[in-house]
C-alpha cells in the first residue's frame, strides 16, 4: 500500500466551528507532515512529526492543532478558524532516517471557512 | 523561509522540451527535489538530485550545480499529461522541504 488517504475531501465550517482533518498511511513511515496550500501557490509546510513526536512547527496559529495518535495517523484539529485559513490541506508521509526522504502526498482536504 | 525563484508559466507544444530553472539559499542546503503537481491533485515526487550532476528518468532529469545554487528539470518528448505544475524544493534536513514559487507547464497539440 502506497497511499496515503485523507478525510474529509471537502469540509465547509464557520468561523465558531471545531473540526478534524484525518489523515492515514500504512507504508510504516516515520515521519508526516502537514501542509496548507493556497490556489496558484507552493505547499507551505505547518508541522513535522517524527517518531509520533512533533518536531517542527513552523510558527503556525494555535488554531491549528496538530496530534499524532500512533505511527499511522495524523489528525488536524480546527477551532475559531478564519476566512483566509480556506486552503488545501495536503497531509504528507516519509521515511524518516536519512538526509533526504521522498515525501508521498494524499490527495488534501479542500477547506472553506465561512 | 526560503526564497525560491523560478518562472512562472511556460506553454509548448508536445514533443517539445521544456527546461525549469531553480536557484536557492545555500545555508544548510542538503539536495533538491522536483514535484509535479496536476490541478486539483497532489504533488508527487519526480527526482532528487543530493550531488552536482545530470540525474535522468525516462523523458525527465534533473540537474544541480551546487557551486551555483542552481539546478534544472528538463522535460523531453512533451506529452499533454505532463501539463501541470512543476515545483522545486530543496531539502534542508530534519525533514524540511521548501518548495519553491512553481511553474506551471502547459502543453498544447
Known amino acids: 500500500d502506497t497511499e496515503v488517504t485523507q478525510t474529509p475531501k471537502h469540509l465547509v465550517m464557520g468561523m465558531t466551528n471545531k473540526k478534524s482533518l484525518k489523515c492515514e498511511q500504512h507504508?510504516?513511515?516515520?515521519?508526516m507532515y502537514w501542509y496548507k496550500q493556497k490556489a496558484k501557490k507552493p505547499p507551505e509546510l505547518m508541522f513535522v512529526y517524527s517518531y509520533e513526536k512533533l518536531s517542527i512547527n513552523e510558527s503556525v496559529p494555535s488554531r491549528f492543532s496538530p496530534e499524532c495518535p500512533n505511527s499511522s495517523l495524523l489528525n488536524l484539529h480546527l477551532h475559531a478558524l478564519q476566512p483566509e485559513d480556506s486552503a488545501l490541506y495536503l497531509c504528507?508521509?516519509?521515511?524518516?532516517?536519512?538526509?533526504?526522504?521522498?515525501?508521498?502526498f494524499g490527495p488534501g482536504t479542500r477547506l472553506t471557512v465561512l | 523561509g526560503q526564497s525560491l525563484e523560478q518562472p512562472s508559466e511556460v506553454t509548448a507544444v508536445e514533443g517539445a522540451i521544456v527546461q525549469i530553472n531553480c536557484t536557492y539559499q545555500?545555508?544548510?542546503?542538503?539536495?533538491l527535489s522536483w514535484y509535479q503537481q496536476h490541478d486539483g491533485g497532489a504533488p508527487t515526487f519526480l527526482s532528487y538530485?543530493?550531488?552536482?550532476g545530470l540525474e535522468e528518468t525516462g523523458r525527465f532529469s534533473s540537474f544541480l550545480s551546487r557551486s551555483d545554487s542552481y539546478g534544472y528539470l528538463l522535460l523531453q518528448e512533451l506529452q499533454m499529461k505532463d501539463s501541470a505544475s512543476y515545483f522545486c524544493a530543496p531539502s534542508y534536513g530534519n525533514n524540511r522541504l521548501a518548495f519553491g514559487k512553481g511553474n506551471q507547464v502547459v502543453v498544447i497539440p
Open positions: 504528507a508521509s516519509s521515511q524518516e532516517g536519512s538526509d533526504y526522504n521522498e515525501q508521498f
Open positions: 507504508m510504516g513511515h516515520r515521519a
Open positions: 538530485n543530493a550531488l552536482d
Open positions: 545555500t545555508s544548510g542546503f542538503y539536495g
